[in-house]
């Protein structure tokens, strides 16, 4: 079946443009999860989501940073007044029940370029 | 909350020898440990994980092992071939939080010919 997919996949902002990223987790999965993956990094935890429900969001490193699943399906993230720091791949994953035991599936990422 | 350390950063192995990746994580409570696999703009893929529970996992030529007392955990390969040159990442559940998995910085491994 259909994996994870995200879009765009590639994404080039002007510093202090918004910015939305969106990831279509496998069907019926009920959990999903943002990180961010810095550059020969491992990937960082944003945010997680149950269904609609944001669960956690420690991770996401400013009030510029803000997510939504509003019918418990496709996610966006949305990065507002984006800085250089913040140029790096947005990965998202989901995983069929919830909590952070179980195989989370990631998609192929969205790259982010802000100049 | 959880921190998990990853070395060598960097491993260079001749084709057909075993590669040995090891980690160490800081909270006692964490139950699951998955190793992924990342090619150069791919998507991080699941390769094998282990639960607390178990001492050993072993899936082909690829194995993990798992000791909780030292709080570390290993990923070995066996006969490498070309395509197992990736990045290699390991990861440990945070049980303070119902969601984390916190990653180690990676491994990138090189299979020489």
């Known amino acids: 079946g259909a994996g994870v997919s995200q879009s765009p996949r590639y994404k080039v902002a002007k510093r202090g443009q918004d910015v939305a990223l969106r990831c279509d987790p496998i069907?019926?999965?009920?959990?999903l999860f943002w990180y961010q993956q810095a550059l020969g990094q491992g990937p960082e935890f944003l945010t997680y989501?149950?269904?609609?429900?944001?669960?956690?969001k420690s991770g996401l490193p400013s009030d510029r940073f803000f997510a939504e699943r509003p019918e418990g399906s496709v996610s966006t993230l949305k990065i507002q007044r984006t800085q250089q720091e913040d140029s790096a791949v947005y990965l998202c994953?989901?995983?069929?029940?919830?909590?952070?035991?179980?195989?989370?599936?990631f998609g192929p990422g969205t790259r982010l370029l802000v100049l | 909350g959880e921190n998990v350390e990853q070395h060598p950063s960097t491993l260079s192995v001749q084709e057909g020898d075993s590669a040995v990746i090891k980690c160490t994580y800081s909270?006692?409570?964490?139950?699951?440990f998955p190793w992924y696999k990342q090619e150069l703009g791919k998507r991080p893929q699941l390769i094998i994980d282990?639960?607390?529970?178990?001492g050993e996992k072993k899936d082909q030529r690829i194995a993990v092992t798992l000791n909780k007392t030292a709080k570390h955990f290993s990923l070995h390969i066996t006969e490498t071939q070309p395509e197992d040159s990736a990045v290699y990442f390991c990861?440990?559940?945070?049980?303070?939080?119902?969601?984390?998995?916190?990653f180690g910085s990676g491994t990138r491994l090189s299979i020489r010919p």
């Open positions: 282990i639960r607390s529970n178990v």
């Open positions: 909270d006692s409570a964490s139950n699951y």
């Open positions: 989501f149950q269904n609609e429900a944001q669960l956690d």
């Open positions: 990861a440990a559940s945070e049980r303070s939080s119902a969601s984390k998995i916190i």
């Open positions: 069907s019926g999965h009920v959990s």
């Open positions: 994953a989901s995983s069929l029940a919830g909590g952070g035991d179980e195989t989370q599936y």
